[in-house]
C-alpha cells in the first residue's frame, strides 16, 4: 500500500481499482454543472439506480445499485477521500404502480430520492419533498456532494467517518417506506492518513427485527465450498484487515455486538500510539439508535484464531427474531474452519 493509496480510493462497491477515472463501472468524469460557488471541482460522477428487486415473495423491495443488474440490499458502498467533491446521478427505474403501493401519504410524490449523512450539499441535492429534489419514475436528477476536509486552526473536524445514504421520499415525506423498502447504503469519507481495509462489510439493523432486510438463515448465505464475499457471506482470512459499517433503521433501538474481537470507540476503531490512548475505549458492544451509524477495522482472528463468530443485535429478543449473522474467518491459508456448517444443532436464532 503506498501514500496515495491505490492511486486514489476503492471504487463503489466491493473490491479494489486502480483508479477513480472514465470506463470505470458506474464511474465516469463529472461535469461541473450546478456545483454550489464554495464547493471544487467534482472529481467524477458515479451512476446510481433505484431499481425493484423481484426475489421477496410478496414484499415490494427495492435497492440501489451501481447498473440496474446489481442492484441490491444494501445499496453499493460509496467512498469518497475529505476534500473531494463528486456527483451521483440517480436513474428512477422503480414504477409509479410499485411507489403507489407503498405510497402511505397522499401528498407525497411518486418518486424516490438520495440523502446524504455527513458530507455537504446545498439544497438541490438534499433529496426531500420540501426541496424538490427528488426523482419522478423514468426520469435521472444528479446530486452533488462534497467531503469537508478537517481545518484545525478554524476549528473545523471535516466530514472523515462511517455515514450512510439513502431515499427521503418513497412512502412518506420522510421516505420510511423507501428505507423499509432496501433504498439505502454505506457512505465512508476516510483521511489520507486511513488504513484500507482488505474487505468492507455493511450490517443494517432494521425494525423488523432484519439485518440488511432478511432474518436468520438468510442473513448468511456463506459456503464453506465457495466462500464469496457479500454482505451476506462475511468472509476473512486470519490476519486480514476488515471493515464493518453499521446502520441503524427505523424506530428501534439496537446493540451491535461482535464474538472474538474488539475494536477502540473512535472514528476508525484502530488505535494509534499517541498520548491519549489509554482514555480510548476498547469496546464488542456499541448501542446504536434510529438513523445513527458508526464503523470500524479489525484484524480477523487476532488473538482468537479461526471460527465462525456470531454477529448479532445483544437485545435478546432480537437476536431470537433472527437478527443474527456469523463473521466467517478462515486460518491465513484460506481453509474454512473445520467441522460441519451450520452445525447440526443450529436453531432460527442460533
Same mark, same amino acid.
Given at each position: 500500500? =503506498?501514500? =496515495?493509496?491505490? %492511486?486514489?480510493?476503492?471504487?463503489?462497491?466491493?473490491?479494489?481499482?486502480?483508479?477513480?477515472?472514465?470506463?470505470?463501472?458506474?464511474?465516469?468524469?463529472?461535469?461541473?454543472?450546478?456545483v454550489?460557488?464554495?464547493?471544487? !471541482?467534482?472529481?467524477?460522477?458515479?451512476?446510481?439506480?433505484?431499481?425493484e428487486?423481484?426475489?421477496?415473495s410478496?414484499?415490494?423491495?427495492?435497492?440501489?445499485?451501481?447498473?440496474?443488474?446489481?442492484?441490491?440490499?444494501?445499496?453499493?458502498?460509496?467512498?469518497? *477521500?475529505?476534500?473531494?467533491?463528486?456527483e451521483?446521478?440517480?436513474?428512477?427505474?422503480? &414504477?409509479?404502480?410499485? *411507489?403507489?403501493?407503498?405510497?402511505?401519504? $397522499?401528498?407525497?410524490?411518486?418518486?424516490v430520492?438520495?440523502? %446524504?449523512?455527513?458530507?455537504?450539499?446545498?439544497?438541490? &441535492?438534499?433529496?426531500?419533498?420540501?426541496?424538490?429534489?427528488?426523482?419522478?419514475?423514468?426520469? &435521472?436528477?444528479?446530486?452533488?456532494?462534497?467531503?469537508?476536509?478537517?481545518?484545525?486552526?478554524?476549528?473545523i473536524?471535516?466530514?472523515?467517518?462511517?455515514?450512510?445514504?439513502?431515499?427521503?421520499?418513497?412512502?412518506?415525506?420522510?421516505?420510511? %417506506?423507501?428505507?423499509?423498502?432496501?433504498?439505502?447504503?454505506?457512505?465512508?469519507?476516510?483521511?489520507?492518513?486511513?488504513?484500507?481495509?482488505?474487505?468492507?462489510?455493511?450490517?443494517?439493523f432494521? #425494525?423488523?427485527? $432484519?439485518?440488511n432486510?432478511?432474518?436468520?438463515?438468510?442473513? @448468511?448465505?456463506?459456503?464453506?465450498?465457495?466462500?464469496?464475499?457479500?454482505?451476506?457471506?462475511?468472509?476473512?482470512?486470519?490476519?486480514?484487515?476488515?471493515?464493518?459499517?453499521?446502520?441503524?433503521?427505523?424506530?428501534?433501538?439496537?446493540?451491535?455486538? *461482535?464474538?472474538?474481537?474488539?475494536?477502540?470507540?473512535?472514528?476508525?476503531?484502530?488505535?494509534? @500510539?499517541?498520548?491519549?490512548?489509554?482514555d480510548? !475505549?476498547?469496546? #464488542?458492544?456499541?448501542?446504536?439508535?434510529?438513523? @445513527?451509524?458508526?464503523?470500524?477495522?479489525?484484524? !480477523?482472528?487476532?488473538?482468537?484464531?479461526?471460527?465462525?463468530?456470531?454477529?448479532?443485535? +445483544? *437485545?435478546q429478543?432480537?437476536? @431470537?427474531?433472527?437478527?443474527?449473522?456469523?463473521?466467517?474467518?478462515?486460518?491465513?491459508?484460506?481453509r474454512?474452519?473445520?467441522?460441519?456448517?451450520?452445525?447440526?444443532? !443450529?436453531? +432460527?436464532?442460533?
Amino acid at each position: 500500500m =503506498t501514500p =496515495t493509496r491505490r %492511486a486514489v480510493l476503492r471504487g463503489l462497491g466491493a473490491g479494489p481499482v486502480a483508479a477513480l477515472g472514465a470506463g470505470a463501472v458506474g464511474i465516469e468524469a463529472a461535469s461541473a454543472a450546478d456545483v454550489p460557488a464554495s464547493f471544487p !471541482a467534482p472529481s467524477r460522477r458515479i451512476q446510481l439506480y433505484a431499481v425493484e428487486l423481484p426475489d421477496y415473495s410478496n414484499e415490494k423491495r427495492i435497492g440501489y445499485g451501481r447498473t440496474p443488474e446489481s442492484a441490491s440490499i444494501p445499496g453499493p458502498t460509496i467512498e469518497m *477521500l475529505e476534500g473531494e467533491c463528486i456527483e451521483i446521478v440517480l436513474h428512477n427505474e422503480v &414504477s409509479a404502480e410499485t *411507489l403507489e403501493a407503498l405510497r402511505t401519504d $397522499e401528498h407525497t410524490p411518486l418518486g424516490v430520492s438520495l440523502h %446524504a449523512h455527513g458530507v455537504r450539499y446545498d439544497q438541490a &441535492s438534499d433529496g426531500t419533498v420540501h426541496s424538490d429534489s427528488w426523482v419522478a419514475p423514468g426520469e &435521472s436528477r444528479t446530486y452533488v456532494w462534497y467531503a469537508r476536509p478537517a481545518n484545525r486552526a478554524k476549528g473545523i473536524v471535516g466530514t472523515a467517518g462511517y455515514w450512510w445514504y439513502h431515499d427521503h421520499v418513497v412512502g412518506t415525506q420522510h421516505g420510511t %417506506a423507501g428505507l423499509a423498502a432496501g433504498l439505502f447504503g454505506a457512505l465512508i469519507v476516510r483521511r489520507r492518513s486511513d488504513p484500507l481495509p482488505a474487505h468492507t462489510y455493511v450490517t443494517a439493523f432494521g #425494525d423488523a427485527m $432484519e439485518l440488511n432486510a432478511r432474518r436468520y438463515p438468510d442473513t @448468511d448465505t456463506y459456503d464453506p465450498a465457495d466462500p464469496v464475499r457479500s454482505n451476506t457471506s462475511l468472509v476473512a482470512n486470519q490476519g486480514e484487515r476488515i471493515e464493518f459499517v453499521n446502520i441503524a433503521l427505523g424506530s428501534e433501538l439496537h446493540t451491535w455486538h *461482535l464474538h472474538g474481537h474488539t475494536w477502540a470507540d473512535n472514528r476508525t476503531g484502530v488505535l494509534a @500510539d499517541v498520548p491519549w490512548a489509554d482514555d480510548v !475505549a476498547v469496546i #464488542d458492544n456499541k448501542t446504536i439508535g434510529p438513523g @445513527d451509524s458508526f464503523g470500524f477495522q479489525v484484524i !480477523a482472528g487476532d488473538m482468537s484464531g479461526p471460527g465462525h463468530w456470531m454477529l448479532h443485535c +445483544h *437485545l435478546q429478543t432480537h437476536s @431470537d427474531m433472527g437478527m443474527v449473522t456469523f463473521f466467517h474467518v478462515h486460518d491465513r491459508q484460506g481453509r474454512p474452519p473445520a467441522g460441519e456448517w451450520p452445525p447440526p444443532h !443450529a436453531g +432460527h436464532g442460533m
